[in-house]
């Protein structure tokens, strides 16, 4: 449930009208609801809370500092792939010791500041990945503490692209190799095993393959115990879907209660679960205007100020979102429509077919914006990136300025 309703006959963020919002910042603009994304937390927190765990908050779904502040404020952990997220999450006054670190291609300098921040783990997917952070906590003095990512083989049944757990993905170690990598990282004189952890993919709406992924690497677990490696938490990674359009993914309460049931009896270790898509996606919207109505010979379109560059879901995979009025006219009837941007390609869409009473200058919200959204914006066609907004109940917080032309070439340098 999210905190975007319809009140008075136009849409409201929170306790604020979305087109009052559109009005004085203008369009295109990202709009963010605190108590949505709080809500989602704390749906992920509460159904683990009987079990030792932490919610480690997926930052590539949105990064933005005030999205940021909100969940350190409620005591979140923090999955990270980068130095830049960890900079980000720090800035926002997230607690390092409550990081995991994730990603296949993590530098050296990574590696060495992020030992320096005390974070919680590095979930490693290479034996040279061990080699590096072994020698750089060695050239440090420390011990790094690690978690192996092992690709558990199963169909997360998701889109290609975001589909992370089959043999065939660059993710993760083998579960047949695991073993053999488990004793050399235990081998190492600068790494602390400290866990195990995986990721099947991503927008995922059934609960079976995450129960199938747990219970392959709970096996592992056991192994390595007979092998006298003890490990001390398990990272079950994110991948819960959201209702886009008629998807039904079971709620963050039945998917993290049965993560939680399958720990029955293994107390001693901590669940760390990594939404974001969850908590994100659905506490935000993309709010953008109608320019033009132009009927084609096949198509009606409806040209709109927000494009491919600001909301690449639909142009990279397809995705769709729903594209809901800000402000329900009913002196018109509703046709067909193709949303698309500015953007000189025909992939610049946000939705096809979709049935709209609209004229020019009316607003539209893309729902479902909040995750996946503005962190994948660019600039193509040299279009500056919309600004971003926290609602929280009655107050508008601008927590991203729109980009202004000269950030467009800041740091380029002309020939003279
Ligand atoms: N943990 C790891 C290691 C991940 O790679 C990801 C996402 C997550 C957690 C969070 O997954 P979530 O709960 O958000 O599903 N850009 C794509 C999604 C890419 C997801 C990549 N990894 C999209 O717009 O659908």
Redesign the pocket.
């Known amino acids: 449930m999210d905190f975007f309703t319809y009140k008075d006959a136009q849409l409201f963020a929170e306790d604020v009208a979305v087109a009052d919002i559109a009005k004085a910042h203008g369009t295109p603009v990202y709009i963010y609801s605190r108590a949505t994304i709080e809500r989602h937390w704390h749906a992920f927190n509460n159904a683990v809370a009987k079990h030792d765990h932490l919610i480690c908050y997926?930052v590539?779904?949105n990064s933005n500092l005030g999205v940021l502040s909100v969940l350190a404020k409620l005591g979140s952990g923090f999955?990270i792939?980068s130095k830049g997220e960890l900079c980000r999450v720090i800035e926002a006054g997230g607690d390092p010791t409550k990081v995991v670190f994730?990603g296949v291609g993590k530098t050296s300098d990574e590696i060495r500041f992020a030992l320096q921040q005390n974070i919680m783990c590095f979930?490693v997917e290479s034996d040279a990945e061990l080699d590096r952070i072994n020698k750089v906590a060695g050239e440090i003095d420390v011990k790094a503490p690690i978690s192996i990512r092992i690709n558990p083989d199963v169909d997360a049944k998701t889109?290609p692209?975001?589909s992370?757990g089959l043999k065939a993905n660059k993710f993760g170690i083998a579960r047949d190799d695991a073993l053999r990598v488990y004793k050399r990282a235990a081998a190492m004189p600068h790494l602390d095993v400290k866990g195990m952890d995986c990721?099947i993919g991503?927008?995922l709406t059934d609960i079976t393959p995450f129960v199938d992924a747990l219970e392959r690497l709970l096996i592992l677990i056991d192994e390595l115990a007979e092998h006298d490696i003890h490990i001390s938490h398990l990272d079950v990674?994110?991948?819960?879907g959201v209702p886009y359009n008629d998807e039904t993914p079971p709620h963050p309460n039945e998917y993290a209660a049965a993560m939680a049931a399958k720990m029955h009896g293994r107390e001693h270790l901590k669940l760390i679960l990594?939404?974001?898509?969850?908590i994100a996606a659905n506490a935000g919207i993309l709010v953008t205007e109608v320019e033009f109505l132009k009927q084609g010979e096949e198509k009606n379109f409806a040209i709109v100020d927000a494009a491919m560059n600001d909301l690449i879901?639909p142009a990279l995979?397809s995705?769709w979102q729903a594209i809901i009025p800000v402000q329900p006219r009913l002196d018109i009837a509703a046709q067909k429509y193709d949303v698309v941007g500015p953007v000189c390609e025909t992939g610049d869409f946000l939705g096809k077919d979709r049935d709209l009473a609209i004229v020019p200058g009316d607003y539209l919200a893309v729902r479902s914006a909040g995750?996946?959204g503005f962190v994948?914006a660019s600039n193509y066609n040299s279009r500056c990136r919309p600004p971003e907004i926290m609602i929280d109940k009655t107050e508008t917080i601008v927590v991203r300025e729109r980009e202004k032309l000269k950030d467009l070439w800041k740091g380029e340098h002309k020939i003279t």
């Open positions: 997926a590539k779904a999955d792939v994730s979930n889109h692209y975001i992370t990721h991503s927008q990674g994110g991948g819960l990594e939404p974001g898509r969850a879901r995979y995705a995750a996946y994948m």
